[in-house]
């Protein structure tokens, strides 16, 4: 039983194109993140939500738009994809303030 | 520059002891993390410390915190082929009504044969 999934694990998509990551948690927790994680490993925080509501908004091209339907859900939808946006993308929920945070299995996106 | 820092690289002998070192900068953090990435894989939590304590073991992993200096380091005895992975080290901190982790770079652990 996933705690925390993610569709598609992989994506491969052309320059331009518009695609959307989907996230599911069945945790119950209020706050979700969007990660993204580069070549070279590095993880950096995109976004936050709790609750439904955004709390977190760093330095991401307005290309990149989360939507959070219900406090379950955290989708990612990206326009007009660059090359530079090929990464993996890991969703994660956390419960209470000083808890851990579960991850998804993480979506490949390569942009080609 | 990075909150958390980690070295990027580790070798080290299967049967030998790894220490993987991480310092951060929030001294407000009250829980500091290590996650696990194996290749292809999301992130597994390994353990975690709270901040009013300097050390925790769990069977072969040992925390140490020097809250003083902000240096946190993960000891891995006995190290095996299968602890091959990313290691992060990750501290929480507060950000409006939500708490975010904030990850170092995470240190790749080669365990040599």
């Known amino acids: 039983d996933t705690a925390v999934s993610q569709t598609p694990k992989y994506l491969v998509t052309q320059m331009g194109n518009d695609k959307s990551i989907k996230c599911e948690q069945n945790?119950?927790?209020?706050?979700m993140y969007w990660y993204k994680q580069d070549s070279k490993k590095f993880l950096k925080i995109m976004f936050s939500y709790n609750n439904k509501e955004l709390i977190i908004n760093e330095t991401v091209p307005n290309r990149f738009s989360p939507k959070s339907p219900d406090k379950a859900h955290l989708n990612l939808h990206i326009n007009s994809l660059e090359l530079g946006d090929s990464a993996v993308y890991f969703c994660?929920?956390?419960?209470?303030?000083?808890?851990?945070?579960?991850f998804g299995q993480g979506t490949r996106l390569t942009v080609v | 520059g990075e909150d958390v820092e980690q070295s990027l690289f580790l070798s080290v002998r299967e049967g030998d002891s790894s220490v993987i070192n991480c310092t951060y900068t929030?001294?407000?953090?009250?829980?500091l993390y290590w996650y696990k990435q194996e290749p292809g894989a999301g992130l597994q939590l390994l353990t975690y410390?709270?901040?009013?304590?300097d050390m925790k073991q769990d069977q072969r992993l040992t925390v140490l915190l020097n809250k003083k200096d902000k240096h946190l380091s993960l000891r891995i005895a006995d190290t095996q082929t299968g602890d091959s992975a990313i290691y992060f080290c990750?501290?929480?901190?507060?950000?409006?009504?939500?708490?975010?982790?904030?990850f170092g770079s995470g240190t790749q652990l080669t365990v040599l044969p």
């Open positions: 929030d001294s407000s953090s009250t829980y």
């Open positions: 410390i709270f901040s009013n304590m």
């Open positions: 945790l119950g927790h209020d706050t």
């Open positions: 994660a929920s956390k419960g209470g303030a000083n808890t851990e945070a579960f």
């Open positions: 990750a501290e929480s901190l507060s950000s409006g009504s939500a708490r975010q982790l904030t």
